[in-house]
Each structure stands twice: as C-alpha cells, then as structure tokens.
C-alpha cells in the first residue's frame, strides 16, 4: 500500500511538474509568435486597414494581393488576373484562376467553384476584393484539417520513440528476470512482483518530459533575445541536429536591394529601346511589382519628367513559376504592342525575329548562338539576367495567349545586380566550420548561381540545372547530391525533391527561403526557416523565423539548438546508467542476501529523490567541443554508455556491500 501510494506521488509531482513546464512552454510560445500574426487587409470607412486574421467575421470586406494567405472562406466581389494555389486543400500544385462567375449547377466540390476563396489556400497572382463568408470552425479549410492525416514525423519525434523503445526493451528483459530470482530465492511471489515493478519504474526516467519541455522553453526564450523566433519548440532541437542547409539564393545569400545595371540589344550594346520595353512591362502589369520591376521603373523614372503612363492595357498573361515570364498588351494614340519579360531561355523559345537597331531580321540558329554567348558573357559578370521581346501592331481580335507565346521579336538584354550579404559570407564560413554542409536551391540561372556562390565562399562551383534533373533517376540524383552544393534553375517540386533524397541519405535538412515558390521546400524540410518580411504563405509554412536579415543569427540557432539537445541528453545518459547501475546492485543483492537489501518503497523514493535533482541540466553549461557537430539521437551510444558505466558503478555499490557485511 505504501508502495503505490509512493507511485502516486511520484506520478503526481512528474505530471505537475511536466504540466508547469508546458504551459510556461507554450505560453513563451503564444507571445513569440503573437510577434508574427497574420493579418489581412480590411476596407474600414473606405480605407485598407491591416487588422489580425483572428478578428476578421462575415461580412468584412478584405483585399487580396499576390504572396497573401486567405485567412477566411471568401466571395469575389472584384478581381483583376486572380491567380490561386489551393494545393492544401486539394493536392494540386498548379495556381486556379478565380473571378466573379455565375457557379455551374454540375460543380460539387467547392474547391472548384472560380468566385470562392478557401482558407489556407494563398495569392500567387494577382489582386481582389472580397467578401467574408466564413471564418475559423466554419471554414472548409478546417473540416479538412481535422481529418487530414499527421505528417511524417520529424527528427526530434523519431528520437523520443527510439528512445522509448529502448527503454521498454530494457525493462523486458530485466523486470521479469528480477521477478523470477526474488520469487525462486525469497518463496514470496507477491512481494517479489511488487519489488520487480518497482525497478521497472527505477529503470525509468520519469522526468524526461518535464527536462525535454524545460530545455526547449528555456532554447526558445534564448533566441528570441537573439532575433529568432521558433514558433514549434521541436525545431529548436532540429537545428541543432541539421547537417545540410539548403538555401535560396535571391534575398537570403544576397542584399536583396536590386539595381538595374545594363540594358542591351542582341550585340550587348546599350540601347534605350530596350529600357523603355521594360518599363513598359514593369509600369503595364496589375499583379505584384517585385523588386526587379520596381529597380526598372525607378531606373527609367529617374530622367523622367513626365510620370503619366498613357497606355490603355488590352490584355496580360501574367508570371508565374513554370512560364517564367510575364506578357501585358498595351495600346496608345500610337498603336498597340505587346511586351514580354522574362527568363532568357523562356523569352528565347517564343521568338522568330530579332531587332538589330532599326533592322528586324529572322532568328537563325546562328543568331540564337550569339545571344547565348552575350547572356553568358553578361552573366559572368555577377548579374541577372532577364530578356526581353515584342510584338507591334496586333489585330485586337487576335487572342493574347497565342500571340503572347509565339513569333515574338527578340528585343535584348537586362542585367541587375543584387550583391552578397557580408553576413552570409561569415555565417556560411561559421556553419561549415560547425559541420553543417551549404547547398544552393535557387531558381536563378546556373551562371549567377556560381556567381554568387563563389563570393560567398562556396568552393565547389559545379551546377546542376533543373532542366538536367528531369532526366535523371533518384539515385543518380542521390549521387549528385554528394559531391554538389549547386542547383539551379529549379522549381518549386524539385527543391522538395533534392530535400527528400537528402533526409532518405540521413541528413537532418534545414531550408531557409522567402518567396512564395519555396513554401514546398520548407514543408518538405526537417526545419523550415524565413524571414520577417517573407510572404505570408512562406512565414507560416516555416518553423523558425529570423527578425534580423543578418544569417550570423542562424549560427546562434545552430549552436543554441545542439545546447538544448546535449542537456536532454546528458539527463537520459546519467538517468540511464544510474538506473541500470541501481537495479543490477539491488539485483546481486538479492541473490546474495536472504532478504531483500531495499523495500520497493525505498527504491520508489531513492528515484523520485534522484530525478529532481536533475531539474538543473538545462542551465548546465556545455563544453565548445560539444558543439562542432549536429547532434542527433544515437540509442546505439546509449546502450553503450548505459552497459560500461551501470555496472560500473554497480561494481562500486557491491564493494560497498561487501565491506558493511564483512
């Protein structure tokens, strides 16, 4: 009796310690990412407002722009070249175009109704305005996430079970032994069975959820201080155990701040007409600017003194990730043309024509050789490179989608610079020194890859594009992923592949990225990393968020994510050999003695009395040496330390013994 109330006990304080424990865990966690909450943009008294997602209810009018997340079910009200992903509802990686349409009467999944917005799904391109119908419990977003099923579990998951399992197996094989010694040497069964289940519970280290949530709270209060938010505890401990970091490259490696450098026709020579070409693109399209668009608007504008853009718009195919260029169609007093910016390769494909000063000629085999060996030679350089091509004097009954894809007149050249951050040379230097490999998942095209690379400090320069993986089988791909750090021209399925074949070779993965078409790669990863002022689809796809653009804050990540999982580790390594040690001396003890040499009551308290004292490991200091490589889950190292120092110190408590006795 006494006994089980000494369980009782020892169950109540671990559960009211673990308790304590977690909701000071989730409290820091609630006010981290309360520092990150979505918002949405809702029309008051005439005027976008930003306002927290959680407050929005029917009837509010919200405004949605390219990079937003929906954070209600929605109706159309007004829309202009709407573009949706909508994958995590329904499993298609392809962005839906959605306006205000009568809805089929044969249409039975909402999903596919083109005037409704869901939850969860996110702007790829595009602008609208739309009407709440629905919000939080009443969303379909959310009748689908309470039955969807649990992702694969992550490093941190996987090591807790195994260490489970090691200790069941543990107790497997020496509570019964011990039942069956006590029961054959004493003759008293009961007895015996209660001394067996008190070394089972002695075997276990009761504790570990309190230290693990203890070391993780106190993990994530720390890098808050230092600029990185963790919004899942969990992935405090993946960084610590990352042994690939797989990175973007515009805005994460470089400053992000682009500038247009050059613009030049077919022979590489500046040429104002492919300026004025580009602003055009830039000023005519009615999706979101980027920074590219906004470095050729502020180029052209600045001897400029008239701002009016006198164009009518008469069509636009807009950009997305697999075309890679983006078609708008404008008409003056003058006439109409059509203008497409975009990837070299992609512009190239839809091209017959090329203008060479006043002269349009056909484009030869010839030609296109040329103008590979001007984009490289310009490449070289550091910059990237888009092309641009046009079309004049268009019937305007003629369909933009035909028109907009083929024939086109190839223009030329325009070259941007976005230099490397200083931080990222330093804090890719700091990760490898730590044993953390760098590879490049990026986009950008292969020659600005290596660019940018090599002044970062990567030193194998060699590429692989996209286009070349497509060919390739996974294991070939596997193999590639050894001896490279470079890929380029990818898109977003394909960085989630590289990351799966990755974590399929054991490698702990970590993606940093802030753009919409790395929001794959950062579900895929072991641990997803952005930015602050990423996209909204990209922050809450990712586990941990960096305040600061300054990437020495990952490495404190790095290193503070290895001190969390180094002192779970110690409590489990002590707490392990101790137990073992403990149960093999009252074991021998038992044998060799006619009576029992401590009750299950004293064995009960003697644990309980041992594991809080253990409560200090999360403050325990841990040595630089410890911290040069990922830490990962080793039960094998486990077993090892357990079997050398439990009989060890077993060794000592029955010298002990026998010194008292004799």
Known sequence: MDGAIVMLIMIVVSS???????RKSEQASIALQAMLAK???????GQPTEVAAQSLVPGDIVQLQTGDLVNADLKILASHDLQINQSSLTGESKPVSKRITAQATDVTN??????LLLMGSTVVNGQATALVIATGQATCFSAIVTTEPKSRPNQFDAGLKHISWLLIRMMLVLVPFVFVINGVTKGDWQQSFFFAIAVAVGLTPEMLPMIVNSNLAKGSV?????QVIVKQLKAIQNLGAMSVLCTDKTGTLTEDHIKLMYYADILGKRDVQVLRLAYLNAKGQSGWQNLLDEAIIHYYEQDQTNDDFPYQKLGEIPFNFERRR????????AGNQLVTKGAFEEVLATCSQVRLADQIEPLTEVQKQNLVAVHDRLAQQGMRMLAVAYQ??????????RVG???????????FLDPPKQSAISAIQQLQAHQVAVKILTGDSALTTQQVAQKVGIQNLAVTTGEMLETLTDAQVSELLTEQALFAKLAPLQKARLIRLLQAQGEVVGFIGDGINDTTALKRADVGISVDNAADLTKDASDVILLEKDLNVLEHGVLEGRRVFINMYKYIRITLASNLGNVLSVLVASICLPFLPMLSLQILVQNLLYDVAQLWLPWDRVAEDQLRQPTQWATKGLLKSAFILGPLSSMVDILTFAILWF
Do not use: C, Y
């Not at 918002?39 to 008294?45: A, D, H, L, N, Y």
């Not at 909402?110 to 005037?115: E, G, I, K």
């Not at 004049?392 to 989608?401: C, G, K, P, Q, V």
């Not at 086109?408 to 325009?414: E, K, N, V, Y």
């Open 16 to 22: 009211s310690i673990r308790f304590v424990q977690e």
């Open 405 to 415: 894809n083929q024939g086109l007149i190839f223009a030329g050249f325009l070259g």
């Open 222 to 226: 720390v890098l808050s201080q230092q």
């Open 110 to 115: 909402v999903a596919d109704m083109a005037s």
């Open 326 to 333: 983006l078609t708008v169609w404008l008409k003056n007093h």
């Open 39 to 45: 918002t949405s943009r809702v029309v008051i008294e």
């Open 392 to 401: 004049d004097e268009l019937a305007e009954t003629a369909s933009i989608d």
